[in-house]
């Protein structure tokens, strides 16, 4: 028997010596289950460890490896000093521990509480010990919550690092100070606003300049880790400024709390309503005097103004830049409306752009439109679905047949152990006759469930692609006849729309439409 050990680090026993070794509580756990499985007689295939990860935490990374080598069924066991260790959450103790466990033939044991799945009046205390976990997980992180509320009440600043303009004071915990160098860059950006500049032509600006966007900087300073992707994500963006202008924090005011998580157990944050974020005044230094921040404000509120038809652009959200992937922003001069790409504007290194009129767009969309029509809507497009229509039943009919056949011998072989067994019950055959005569019955009884599934498989797929063909043809249909694309067609027929840049010395500007059928 092969037993692989898992052993975690848990909130209150850390006790690290350095960062690179294992704690003194993973080494404990490791002594203790690798004696453990010495005296069971099992051999080790591995050891599992994460160190610094919560029991809540579903994304550890030997925790992973652990359920993915237990999945390709490379050992037999699997080895915790508590069932805790492996997981606190009753969610993970009912899909894996009584669940997929016993079907990859994995037993689990956890030592200290006695948790093992093969005893199966042991089944109970294991789900006790995951409704107590389960609980623990709770009150932390309500109490947690708590902590972390009071503090926002109160002005403190709680998060990994601090806004653009700002550093964390280290002499006070939870208070901001002034970082000048970036500072001087939210002064010009608020005062170029001020002056009549807009957020696209401030950020050229700063690209031109080489001044790094706030998360270049702060990777530059060492405040955070991650490695640049790609060069345009250094840039200053439109919405980069956008946000900036409308922050609160510039003038002092600490402002926290616009994005909560949806449970303890996942950290997926939402948007939370404006009336629930925290806001005190005054907790720090301003960057930005209140003359302007009320000069910008009123300037935003202006440019701000709803259009008056209220209505959606055509292509909003659907046409995307070739290039670089951002959704193009809606323009207009006089009567004329465009799509053009938002990085464009900013720098000339950042992206070569999209540029396309609204009406071309709509235009290249209906040609695109009507050859699909006309495959499918003439006469010989409609005969010819007819025959693949009439193909596919015939294909479904062909394997429905195929799976009476091995339902059929299915039924024959599981009729055959059964008098194999009689045969070994009543002394007709030898325990070794009826082993090797059985096992053979039950390869074959296997092999023909799994042509039985592949062929559910492929009843499930000619239908789909039955169905798509009608919807296809259906859709068509519906719009065909229209002269001009509404708002529903697009919603309806595409996906999105990739724009490319003008092919030299013509008008050209190539598009790819991703349909929704």
């Not at 599992?48 to 069924?73: Q, T, V």
């Not at 609980?135 to 309500?142: A, G, H, K, R, V």
């Not at 807009?198 to 405040?223: F, H, Q």
């Not at 400024?241 to 950290?267: H, P, R, W």
């Amino acid at each position: 028997m092969k037993a692989a050990i898992y052993c975690r680090l848990s909130e209150e026993d850390r006790d690290k010596r350095s960062f690179a070794d294992d704690s003194a509580s993973i080494q404990n756990q490791k002594s203790m289950l690798v004696q453990y499985a010495i005296e069971q007689g099992w051999e080790i295939y591995g050891i599992y460890s994460d160190d610094d990860y919560a029991g809540a935490d579903r994304n550890r990374p030997a925790f992973r490896r652990l359920l993915e080598d237990a999945e390709k069924r490379l050992f037999d066991i699997i080895l915790c000093k508590t069932q805790s260790r492996f997981t606190r959450e009753l969610e993970l103790v009912e899909k894996y521990l009584h669940g997929l466990f016993p079907q990859w033939g994995i037993r689990f044991v956890s030592i200290v509480d006695n948790a093992d799945t093969d005893v199966k009046g042991n089944k109970k205390s294991r789900q006790i010990n995951g409704l107590v976990n389960e609980w623990y997980l709770e009150d932390m992180s309500d109490n947690i919550r708590s902590v972390l509320r009071n503090r926002r009440e109160n002005g403190f600043h709680i998060g990994a690092t601090a806004l653009y303009g700002y550093q964390k004071d280290p002499e006070r915990k939870g208070h901001l100070i002034i970082d000048e160098e970036a500072a001087q860059v939210v002064r010009e950006v608020f005062t170029l606003f001020s002056q009549g500049y807009g957020k696209s032509a401030i950020a050229r600006m700063l690209n031109d300049r080489g001044v790094p966007n706030p998360t270049e900087y702060k990777r530059r300073k060492g405040i955070i880790k991650t490695p640049t992707k790609q060069k345009i994500s250094t840039l200053w963006k439109y919405y980069t400024i956008a946000d900036m202008l409308e922050n609160e924090m510039y003038i002092g005011n600490m402002v926290q709390g616009k994005y909560g998580s949806v449970s303890y157990k996942t950290k997926k944050n939402k948007p939370r309503p404006k009336e629930q974020w925290y806001r005190v005044e005054g907790t720090h230094e301003p960057i930005i005097e209140k003359e302007l921040w009320e000069k910008v404000k009123a300037m935003r509120e202006q440019k701000a103004k709803p259009f008056t038809t209220g209505t959606i652009g055509l292509f909003s959200g659907k046409a995307r830049c070739a290039e670089c992937g951002y959704v193009l922003r809606s323009g207009k001069r006089e009567n004329w409306r465009f799509l053009t790409c938002p990085n464009r504007s900013v720098s000339k290194d950042a992206c070569r752009g999209a540029f396309i009129s609204v009406s071309r767009l709509e235009s290249k969309v209906m040609e695109e439109l009507k050859r699909l029509s006309e495959m499918y809507l003439d006469q010989d497009a409609v005969e010819q679905g007819i025959r693949l229509g009439n193909d596919y039943e015939k294909q479904k009919s062909n394997v429905m047949e195929r799976m009476k056949s091995y339902e059929k011998k299915i039924q024959e072989h599981t009729k055959a152990l059964r008098a194999l067994y009689l045969d070994r019950v009543r002394g007709i055959l030898t325990e070794e006759d009826y082993l090797d005569m059985s096992k053979a019955f039950s390869v074959e009884k296997k092999r023909l469930e799994e042509a039985m599934k592949i062929c559910t498989e492929q009843i499930q797929e000619i239908e789909e692609r039955q169905k798509a063909g009608e919807n296809r043809k259906e859709l068509v249909e519906t719009y065909i006849h229209m002269e001009h694309l509404t708002r529903e067609m697009v919603e309806a027929l595409i996906d999105h729309i990739d724009v490319g840049r003008r092919i030299p010395r013509s008008r050209d500007v190539p598009i790819t439409v991703y349909w929704n059928f």
